[in-house]
């Protein structure tokens, strides 16, 4: 059995369009890995995630910012990431306008600390 052939994360960026693109790049059962890229977009004022499961995201190019419905606020740049834990509501803000936004999301199940 031979493993899929290499691919890199910032080949076949979409063009702009009016919403984020979402891209399933791994995953079994629960766990799925997937890319997204935003183009200035962001989450309806109304609209928060509230996810069964952790998400790990990490922004490799552009910038956003995403919101906690506690009022607390997270910007991230390339490299920069964060775990979203379950039940964590939270949106995105603002995505980086005229330049594509490319995430890497991981949703998993919570797992027990400590």
């Excluded at 997204?36 to 998400?55: L, N």
């Excluded at 009022?71 to 949106?91: F, T």
Aim: aromatic share 10%; hydrophobic share 40%.
């Amino acid at each position: 059995m031979q493993p899929e052939p290499v691919s890199n994360i910032f080949d076949g960026i979409p063009a702009p369009a009016a919403a984020e693109f979402f891209e399933g790049l791994a995953g079994a059962g629960p766990v799925r890995v997937e890319r997204i890229v935003s183009h200035g977009h962001a989450s309806p004022r109304t609209g928060w995630y509230d996810q069964e499961g952790a998400e790990f995201v990490m922004v490799l190019r552009g910038a956003a910012r995403l919101e906690f419905d506690d009022g607390g606020s997270a910007e991230l740049g390339p490299g920069c990431w964060l775990e979203i834990p379950p039940h964590c509501r939270h949106r995105v803000a603002w995505t980086q306008k005229g330049a594509d936004t490319v995430w890497l999301a991981v949703h998993y199940p919570a797992i027990a600390r400590g």
